[in-house]
């Protein structure tokens, strides 16, 4: 019998769907105890038990790897491995799996419900009218307005069709070339990332978080952003630095941010953020689609399952 850890949040939601697979794979199953993620120190004090994990973005270190000494792969629930050393995994042998292209559909959808909310005040008028507040606020179309998207892959693509079909003008910036087919269909026009600081009145993070991408937006990118753009992050946290972010807010170089990603997850109750009138929050679940879970179930298990 082989021993898993699973602690992919989604999954645990879920998971009396998969006891039967669990039994008729003969596989022990640990259901971790978290809100978010599992500490370091908590994979620390319980990994070197374990043949498999199904993780989510638990923090797989170099020092966790090395106790790991049973451990043959690691079937990542999603797309985002950038929390696992993965040349710690290699060295150690240890299989990393992902499944790529997971969720181009409900994180593009929601990028585009943040955009709309910002655009047509949804929220805002909602929270008046509850207050006995009746309150004609200004509002704009999204045909009036430049969107910036940072990395045109496969959310960013999504994105931009979305955007397209609204008529919003759209820049787009990535580190690979892109094909001329999906720039001429959604009319995107490739440019620096600094000319989208410059002329985007939204702009929107679709990138991996690596070392380059690392707070992507910092005090220096906010001061340039001449048009106090409508900033939504649904990729990683880390892309934006966050003390930068609430200078940016109190001071006025940027309009609003809906974020539904976060350096620090779950967000502190005490967080300066919260208290903002221009910010649209959501607790990292912008993959939210029962079609997509369902595909990313089946491929998460069948990844353990081939490796094991």
């Known amino acids: 019998m082989k021993r898993i850890l699973l602690s992919a949040p989604y999954m645990l939601m879920e998971v009396g769907k998969f006891r039967d697979f669990f039994k008729e794979h003969n596989l022990e199953v640990t259901i971790a105890d978290i809100v978010e993620h599992m500490s370091e120190q908590e994979l620390l004090d319980m990994i070197a038990d374990y043949d498999g994990a199904i993780c989510g973005d638990d923090p797989y ?60 005040n949804v929220s805002v008028n909602t929270d008046n009218i509850k207050n006995g507040i009746w309150e004609k606020t200004r509002c704009f179309t999204l045909g009036e307005k430049t969107l910036g998207i940072i990395g045109i892959g496969n959310i960013g693509t999504q994105v931009a069709r979305r955007a397209n079909a609204f008529g919003m003008k759209i820049l787009g910036n990535d580190i690979r070339p892109i094909q001329p087919v999906i720039l001429e269909q959604y009319d995107i026009e490739m440019v620096e990332k600094s ?28 001061a340039q ?3 106090k753009p409508y900033i939504i992050n649904t990729a990683r946290g880390g892309h934006i630095e966050h003390n930068a972010m609430i200078h940016a807010l109190e001071t006025g170089l940027i309009s609003g941010v809906g974020l539904d990603v976060f350096e620090n997850e779950p967000i502190h109750v005490d967080d300066k953020l919260l208290t903002f009138d221009n910010v649209l929050l959501a607790p990292h679940n912008s993959n939210s689609s029962p079609k997509y879970w369902d595909l990313v179930h089946k491929n998460t298990l069948k990844n353990l399952i081939e490796n094991l």
């Open 195 to 222: 000319q989208i600081y410059e002329h985007a009145d939204i702009i929107t993070i679709h990138c991996d978080l690596n070392e380059e991408t690392y707070h992507l937006l910092n005090s220096d990118t906010f």
């Open 61 to 120: 270190t170099r020092a966790v790897l090395l106790k790991a000494k049973k451990l043959k792969v690691i079937s990542k629930w999603g797309t985002g491995i950038n929390t696992i050393d993965l040349a710690a995994a290699e060295e150690f042998g240890i299989k990393i799996c992902n499944t790529p292209n997971a969720f181009s559909h409900p994180v593009s959808d929601t990028a585009l419900a943040f955009i709309l909310d910002f655009a047509r």
């Open 225 to 227: 952003m001449k048009r």
